[in-house]
């Protein structure tokens, strides 16, 4: 495994950037996959302008340590600066720890959440952390990375969208839990055609041709950029994205 710390390189800000040995991984099998991280820095990427602290290159990794006393305004996800349609992507990730216990659900395989007897959700307490990557443009058709005893790969914006028939909300909800533990890193293969969704985690198959409604045709992807520590108020968001990525590679599909 790389090292999770390091020289950390941030743009802008004049820092020496070192890299530790670590080397870009070969493209996966097959042709016509192309590299969206050079392993050195964030070439390609758009870095969140006035806060570019947040987002760096550690050991050769894409690194997000998002201390939240910057001044933070919009979007802080890191965006790629090209469109996709139809893609297979390949991305490894991990989270590098969690901060605090957060109220999660029960969530069923139908995508709904376990309520009491009194029609309340059941809530439970535990610890985590939360990032994800953003399709065709949209944060509405996000890949879920957390640490909810659902798993990784789950679409939130069309899983809690009670406005979406109950195969579409069910589509979206991981069959199983195929997440490693915190600090270890995981594999996905995303696959979107059209508006159907396919997710491997780990190789195991989490979502399978899931629909998503109205995603548009085309967008571009992004890491995105959950929650950090709040210097106002000394503490972490207990969703804080406290996550590195590697070896990104796309497909196009024809």
């Not at 395989?109 to 059941?122: L, N």
């Not at 790969?153 to 406005?163: L, S």
């Not at 491997?200 to 085309?218: F, M, R, T």
């Amino acid at each position: 495994m790389r090292s999770a710390f390091g020289k950390r390189f941030i743009l802008g800000l004049g820092t020496a950037f070192v890299l530790t040995g670590a080397a870009m991984a070969a493209a996966p099998q097959g042709e016509g996959w192309v590299s969206l991280f050079n392993g050195k820095d964030l070439t390609g990427w758009k870095v969140p302008s006035g806060n570019e602290g947040l987002w760096g290159v550690v050991d050769g990794v894409i690194d997000c340590t998002p201390l939240m006393n910057l001044p933070v305004k919009g979007d802080n996800s890191l965006w790629y600066e090209k469109d996709f349609g139809d893609i297979q992507l390949y991305v490894e990730w991990r989270i590098k720890e969690t901060k605090g216990e957060y109220p999660m659900p029960i969530v069923l395989p139908d995508g709904t959440d376990k309520k009491d007897a009194e029609g309340k959700a059941i809530i439970e307490n535990r610890p985590n952390a939360d990032s994800g990557i953003y399709l065709r443009g949209t944060p509405k058709a996000q890949v879920n990375i957390w640490c909810w005893p659902i798993g990784s790969g789950e679409v939130y914006g069309y899983r809690t969208d009670d406005k979406q028939p109950a195969e579409v909300r069910a589509g979206v909800t991981p069959k199983k839990n195929a997440d490693k533990p915190v600090g270890e890193w995981n594999t996905f293969l995303i696959t979107m055609k059209g508006d159907r969704l396919t997710v491997e985690l780990n190789g195991e198959k989490v979502i399978e041709n899931a629909q998503l409604p109205d995603v548009p045709e085309k967008g571009p992807i992004a890491l995105q950029l959950h929650g950090g520590y709040d210097a106002a108020k000394d503490e972490w968001n207990s969703a804080s994205s406290l996550v590195q990525f590697r070896d990104v590679y796309v497909k196009e599909l024809k």
